[in-house]
């Protein structure tokens, strides 16, 4: 299809609308603003922001033990510009200075208060209070930020994934389908992301699932990222699908957006799930990753962690199946890579631009001009400074 800069067509008195240009191809379809996003962004040759890196703290190599993580997994940062890293493996959170340097350790694992068995995700309010989503404990934990236990958020349902504290004291939660809640093939999927209030009840949810007709791949490829811009807008990143979505602050659907891939998005395996007396064994689907992040930055753009190419099976080493698991055990040391890239659309969803990154990225969070992407594998944490170019 040929791409012109300005051609609209009104079809059925305005209930269809498609309207094309150089590159995108955008629709209106029941209401909702779909954008299809073709190769390249409308920055072409002069993009309006660049990365530049401040430092790399972790990693490895790391001689001081504080900064030695197992697998850093998000980071949030308060007013006075302090870092905090979310350690999942060693279950605790380290609360650096703004050039870096340890100051304490928060939480730690356990059932108890200020404790957490499988923490997943951060945020922090204004007054530089530190919430810590336990998914396995069905809570949020509430610290201040000198790592005083204040208050725990106990969940009604069990949940996975991620959160974001609203205004309102209110909170967004959600990350996956848990299979439990897929295996009856006759019901409605559930919607992917909750409002619950400060005592942890159901307020509202939304964002509409992708049924794959199969309850093992509808649980792995509805999973997602997703953070809140300064108006309380969401933005939703798909790990396996090509698909970007935005939502209103109360959870209506403002647009849709896809965008150009260098790789497919089919089910490559559904994998399995097999019920005998011995238990049940089961096989994650196989499926090309599109995506490990998301984050929206004061202009309200919103940059995504995504993947420029596949890993060779070189990159992604030798693996083992037990009980119908599948697991590595054995992956060569990857720091140098082209395998990831940071795009950036503007707030109606048109793609921007992209920004290649030279090292594993496995999620990423933005806190005014500081851009931070963890990379769990070889536990560090990167810090850029977003840069606007006039």
């Given at each position: 299809m040929r791409y012109l800069r300005r051609v609209f067509i009104v079809l059925a008195a305005g209930a269809f609308f498609i309207a094309w240009s150089a590159a995108q191809k955008v629709e209106t379809v029941?209401?909702?603003?779909?954008?299809?996003?073709?190769?390249?962004?409308?920055?072409?040759?002069?993009?309006?922001?660049?990365?530049?890196?401040?430092?790399?703290?972790?990693?490895?190599?790391?001689?001081?033990?504080?900064?030695?993580?197992?697998?850093?997994?998000?980071?949030?940062?308060?007013?006075?510009?302090?870092?905090?890293?979310?350690?999942?493996?060693?279950?605790?959170?380290?609360?650096?200075?703004?050039?870096?340097?340890?100051?304490?350790?928060?939480?730690?694992?356990?059932?108890?208060?200020?404790?957490?068995?499988?923490?997943?995700s951060l945020d922090i309010d204004a007054a530089d209070n530190l919430f810590v989503f336990d998914a396995i404990g069905r809570k949020i934990e509430v610290f201040s930020s000198d790592g005083k236990p204040l208050n725990t958020i106990k969940f009604e349902t069990p949940s996975v994934g991620?959160?974001?504290?609203?205004?309102s004291r209110q909170f967004i939660k959600g990350g996956r389908l848990l299979l439990r809640d897929v295996m009856e093939g006759s019901r409605k999927l559930p919607k992917l992301l909750s409002i619950i209030d400060r005592d942890?009840?159901?307020?509202?949810?939304?964002?509409?699932?992708?049924?794959?007709?199969?309850?093992?791949?509808?649980?792995?490829?509805?999973?997602?990222?997703?953070?809140?811009?300064?108006?309380?807008?969401?933005?939703?990143?798909?790990?396996?699908?090509?698909?970007?979505?935005?939502?209103?602050?109360?959870?209506t659907l403002t647009w849709r957006a896809d965008r150009h891939l260098?790789?497919?998005?089919?089910?490559i395996d559904k994998g399995f799930i097999k019920r005998d007396e011995g238990g049940t064994s089961i096989q994650a689907p196989k499926m090309n990753m599109?995506?490990?992040?998301?984050?929206?930055?004061?202009?309200?753009?919103?940059?995504?962690n995504t993947y420029n190419r596949q890993m060779s099976p070189e990159e992604l080493g030798e693996s083992i199946t037990i009980g119908g698991?599948?697991?590595?055990?054995?992956?060569?040391?990857?720091?140098k890579t082209d395998i990831y890239k940071l795009?950036?659309?503007?707030?109606?969803?048109?793609?921007?631009?992209?920004?290649?990154?030279?090292?594993?990225a496995h999620g990423l969070r933005i806190f005014g001009d500081a851009l931070f992407i963890w990379d769990a594998e070889n536990a560090a944490v990167y810090q850029y400074k977003i840069v606007e170019i006039s």
């Amino acid at each position: 299809m040929r791409y012109l800069r300005r051609v609209f067509i009104v079809l059925a008195a305005g209930a269809f609308f498609i309207a094309w240009s150089a590159a995108q191809k955008v629709e209106t379809v029941n209401g909702t603003r779909v954008v299809h996003n073709e190769k390249g962004g409308a920055w072409g040759a002069s993009p309006q922001v660049k990365i530049e890196l401040v430092r790399k703290i972790g990693g490895l190599d790391e001689p001081d033990p504080n900064l030695s993580f197992a697998a850093p997994y998000d980071v949030v940062r308060d007013s006075a510009g302090n870092i905090y890293v979310l350690d999942t493996r060693d279950k605790c959170v380290q609360k650096l200075d703004a050039e870096g340097k340890f100051l304490i350790s928060i939480g730690r694992g356990g059932q108890g208060p200020g404790e957490f068995q499988s923490a997943s995700s951060l945020d922090i309010d204004a007054a530089d209070n530190l919430f810590v989503f336990d998914a396995i404990g069905r809570k949020i934990e509430v610290f201040s930020s000198d790592g005083k236990p204040l208050n725990t958020i106990k969940f009604e349902t069990p949940s996975v994934g991620t959160i974001r504290r609203l205004k309102s004291r209110q909170f967004i939660k959600g990350g996956r389908l848990l299979l439990r809640d897929v295996m009856e093939g006759s019901r409605k999927l559930p919607k992917l992301l909750s409002i619950i209030d400060r005592d942890g009840r159901t307020l509202t949810t939304f964002c509409e699932a992708t049924d794959y007709k199969d309850p093992n791949v509808n649980s792995s490829a509805n999973s997602i990222l997703f953070d809140r811009d300064a108006h309380e807008n969401i933005v939703v990143g798909f790990l396996y699908q090509n698909r970007i979505d935005k939502y209103a602050s109360g959870g209506t659907l403002t647009w849709r957006a896809d965008r150009h891939l260098n790789y497919g998005t089919g089910v490559i395996d559904k994998g399995f799930i097999k019920r005998d007396e011995g238990g049940t064994s089961i096989q994650a689907p196989k499926m090309n990753m599109v995506s490990l992040g998301i984050a929206a930055d004061g202009a309200g753009r919103i940059w995504v962690n995504t993947y420029n190419r596949q890993m060779s099976p070189e990159e992604l080493g030798e693996s083992i199946t037990i009980g119908g698991v599948t697991r590595a055990t054995k992956r060569p040391g990857i720091e140098k890579t082209d395998i990831y890239k940071l795009e950036i659309f503007d707030p109606a969803g048109i793609l921007l631009g992209d920004i290649p990154l030279d090292h594993l990225a496995h999620g990423l969070r933005i806190f005014g001009d500081a851009l931070f992407i963890w990379d769990a594998e070889n536990a560090a944490v990167y810090q850029y400074k977003i840069v606007e170019i006039s």
